[in-house]
């Protein structure tokens, strides 16, 4: 009989939980092994990355301990190798981590806001501080709203990481 990947993988990493230290475990996002895992299973029988990622992401949930508890090379190792699932994941097939687009549109709308605060001060219609403050933060506010929303879709649509 056939084992399940998923079902292998998620033993590698409930075997590797108990030989890395939980604040390492938590920091570098090892429980989302299995889920990237999942993911990618999903999309290897279409997808020839994913399917050569299968390999990738049962090598690396067998290896996890052994990279997370040697040295900095092999932390960064785990850390690239993650970083490679996750983007094609993102990249190919829009599974975006939890919180990304508030995140985003964030940071856009607060760079956004003190741009039109900048410009309003320009025509010298404001004060520039006050320009900059108020407009950065409707930036700042609109972004994370649409990025809230964006992310709530997402997550509907079990498009999470
Ligand atoms: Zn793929």
Request: with cysteine.
């Amino acid at each position: 009989m056939e084992t399940n990947p998923i079902t292998e993988i998620e033993s590698n990493i409930n075997v590797a939980s108990e030989k890395i230290i939980a604040k390492d475990f938590k920091f570098y996002h090892v429980q989302l092994i299995p889920r990237i895992a999942n993911l990618t299973h999903i999309h290897s029988d279409k997808c020839s990355i994913c399917s050569e990622n299968m390999k990738v992401v049962t090598e690396l949930s067998l290896n996890v301990a052994n990279l997370l508890n040697s040295s900095i090379q092999n932390r960064n190792t785990y850390d690239n190798t993650l970083s490679n699932l996750k983007s094609h994941l993102k990249n190919a097939h829009q599974y975006y981590p939890k919180s990304y687009f508030s995140s985003l549109y964030t940071f856009y709308g607060m760079i956004g806001g003190a741009i039109v605060g900048l410009l309003i001060f320009a025509i010298q219609l404001i004060d520039f501080k006050i320009g900059l403050l108020i407009f950065s933060a409707i930036g700042l506010f609109t972004g994370k709203i649409a990025g809230y929303y964006k992310d709530k879709r997402n997550e509907k649509n079990k498009l999470i990481l």
